[in-house]
């Protein structure tokens, strides 16, 4: 099946600090990506969703300017969470679509699990 | 809207066990609908789908049939193993601006007990 990789798995940062998050579609090209949140024992929040090319469609309630989402090739999306505090420590999934081959599936990363100090 | 509500857990099961989890849906057209499987440490992986109405999708012994008349696509496994321990994500895709995104239930965590 078609692979997503997810960078880094894990990182720990202080409070105040940037953290990127990469989402690579290994083996095909994904005009969108999506990013999600999810808590601990709880379903996954989407968060975003990356557009190869134009701005990010963000779901109500998520600060454009807090997860700056950049996707600028067709097999790269980035997350950036700016200016990070305790509350944003979560673990972070990204999936992508692989559009016209798409037969319903989405393909998703291993997660990134940000531990904000 | 949409949405997906599965069976809370946790569940805890003997091996060789049945199981059922159970997820229902609230969908505005015709959703195709989702299993997802989360291992430890790892992302979501496809378990199962189907597309339409009354079709069953299954894989490694998992079987869900997509019941409109019930807005229901239950997981089921006739004998669980070990290997089985996870959390089960029911979701539902739907398409907005252009794309397809996905609508996921709260999870149901199962536990295998050798």
């Known amino acids: 099946g078609a692979v997503v990789s997810q960078h880094p798995s894990r990182v720990i940062c202080k409070s105040g600090t940037s953290v990127k998050i990469e989402c690579r579609s290994l083996d095909f090209q994904a005009t969108t990506m999506f990013w999600y949140r999810q808590f601990p024992k709880q379903s996954l929040m989407l968060m975003a969703t990356?557009?190869?090319?134009?701005?990010?469609?963000?779901e109500q309630g998520v600060e454009k300017d807090k997860f700056l989402i950049n996707h600028a090739s067709l097999t790269l999306s980035t997350l950036t969470v700016t200016s990070a505090h305790p509350e944003d420590s979560s673990f972070y999934i990204c999936s992508a679509d692989p559009g016209a081959a798409n037969t319903g599936e989405l393909f998703f990363g291993e997660g990134s699990r940000l531990t904000v100090l | 809207g949409n949405s997906v509500t599965q069976m809370e857990g946790p569940v805890t099961l003997s091996e060789e066990a049945f199981l059922t989890i159970n997820c229902t849906y609230t969908?505005?057209?015709?959703?195709?609908l989702f299993w997802y499987v989360q291992y430890p440490g790892e992302g979501l992986q496809l378990l199962l789908k189907a597309t339409k109405a009354d079709d069953k999708g299954s894989n490694k012994g998992f079987e869900a049939t997509y019941r409109k008349e019930t807005t229901s696509f239950h997981l089921e496994k006739g004998s669980v193993q070990v290997s089985d321990s996870a959390v089960y994500f029911c979701?539902?895709?739907?398409?907005?601006?252009?794309?397809?995104?996905?609508?996921f239930g709260q999870g149901t965590r199962l536990t295998i007990n050798p």
């Open positions: 969908a505005t057209g015709y959703p195709s």
């Open positions: 990356s557009n190869e090319g134009s701005k990010a469609t963000y």
């Open positions: 979701a539902l895709s739907v398409v907005g601006q252009g794309a397809q995104k996905l609508v």
